[in-house]
Structures are given as structure tokens and as C-alpha cells.
């Protein structure tokens, strides 16, 4: 019987330091843990070690440029990705970490305290059952559902002028056309879907971003 070997986790890329800038240690320390302690915890796949780095970490990471300093919600945190990944980043951004499941809300806190993260708030719920009152500036999500389902859950929690920002895949487009009428009830404008990484990463970082609400007048 032959013995299989453990996967090899990713190097880091050089595209890490300039991404974190100051803030690379934190990124190191949050990877080494997602490393170690991943899999065993069911926060990522026993596949995900050789391309940690670049599919999942600075995939995440590309997006910081995006935020607004504020209140962003990242809905269905799981891993810290976005989540974690874009408080590193951001240190002017606060991050409200949405997860409903007990053992990753125990996570993100274990890696919010250690990282000494103090721009990050950790919420045990599901989208749906966040109340009104005090709305984000920002939301984002990655992983979660098709936009369709994705928006009616996340634009009620955002400002008038706020911002969806969601990392999707290759089907963006489709997904887009499907949610039609999401879009339309929410009152999103400004739609688009920009491609980040190209040259840095193997794989474009794909995000759709829109506006809710005051639509500009002509």
C-alpha cells in the first residue's frame, strides 16, 4: 500500500507583499493558520493547500481597493474570506463579519484576537435576520448563492448609495441577466463587473459591483 503524501501548501506569491504592504505579517500569520487548521475545521477543501495564496487569499485580497472607509458586512464569512482577509487589508474599514455557524463565528474570533484585528465585529446570524436601523455602507459576500438570491437578502442592509460588492465567477454575466428583477425591486444602478488581477494572478478576480438606490438624476 502506498502512502499518499500530504499536499503541499502554496508558496507565497510576491504579488502577497505588494497587496499587504506593511500589513504582509498579518497575512502570513492568517494563511499559516488557514493552513494548518483549515481543513480539520471544514473551512476549506483538502484540495485548497497548493493554491491557498492565489485562489482564496489574494483572490480576497484584490478587492480591498474597493471598500469605502466605513461599515462593510461580509454575509456568510465562513473562513474569513473575505472577510478577515479585507480587515488585514483595510485597517480604516470596519469589517462586520456575518456567519450563522457556531464552530466558524469560533474561528473568525480566535483569528480576530490573535491577528489583533481592531476593526473587525463579529455577527452569529444569517443575512435575513439582520435587523434594519443601521445600515452598511458597503456589503459583500463570496461563495454565498447566485445574485438573484444574493441580492434580495444583502440590499436591504445597505445606505442609500451604498454598495454591493461581491467576488463572483466566471458565470457573472449569466447570473446578472437571471436577476433581472432582483435588481430592479432592490433599485440597483450603476451595475458593473470588473476584472482584477489580470497579469498578477493565474485566475482574472472577477467582482460585480452596483449601487442601491438615489439613482443619479440626468
Known amino acids: ?73 461580509d454575509i456568510g464569512s465562513g473562513a474569513g474570506l473575505p472577510g478577515l482577509v479585507l480587515a488585514i487589508a483595510r485597517p480604516d474599514v470596519t469589517m462586520v463579519l456575518v456567519e450563522p455557524m457556531e464552530r466558524r463565528i469560533e474561528w473568525l474570533q480566535e483569528q480576530t484576537s490573535e491577528l489583533g484585528l481592531d476593526n473587525v465585529e463579529i455577527v452569529r446570524a444569517r443575512a435575513e435576520e439582520i435587523p434594519f436601523g443601521n445600515p452598511f455602507d458597503q456589503v459583500t459576500a463570496r461563495a454565498v448563492s447566485a445574485l438573484s438570491k444574493l441580492i434580495p437578502m444583502t440590499a436591504r442592509l445597505v445606505r442609500q448609495g451604498g454598495e454591493l460588492v461581491f467576488l463572483k465567477g466566471a458565470s457573472v454575466e449569466k447570473e446578472i441577466e437571471a436577476a433581472a428583477k432582483a435588481i430592479r425591486k432592490a433599485d440597483l444602478h450603476d451595475i458593473e463587473v470588473l476584472e482584477l488581477g489580470t497579469g498578477v494572478l493565474p485566475e482574472v478576480t472577477r467582482v460585480f459591483r452596483a449601487k442601491v438606490g438615489t439613482r443619479p438624476t440626468d
Open 1 to 73: 500500500m502506498t502512502d499518499v503524501e500530504p499536499p503541499v501548501v502554496e508558496a507565497e506569491p510576491a504579488a502577497a507583499a505588494e497587496l499587504f504592504g506593511t500589513r504582509i505579517d498579518l497575512a502570513r500569520r492568517f494563511t499559516a493558520a488557514l493552513a494548518e487548521h483549515g481543513e480539520e475545521r471544514g473551512l476549506i477543501g483538502p484540495l485548497e493547500l497548493p493554491r491557498l495564496w492565489t485562489r482564496h487569499v489574494l483572490n480576497c485580497a484584490l478587492m480591498a481597493p474597493l471598500l469605502r472607509p466605513g461599515r462593510v458586512a
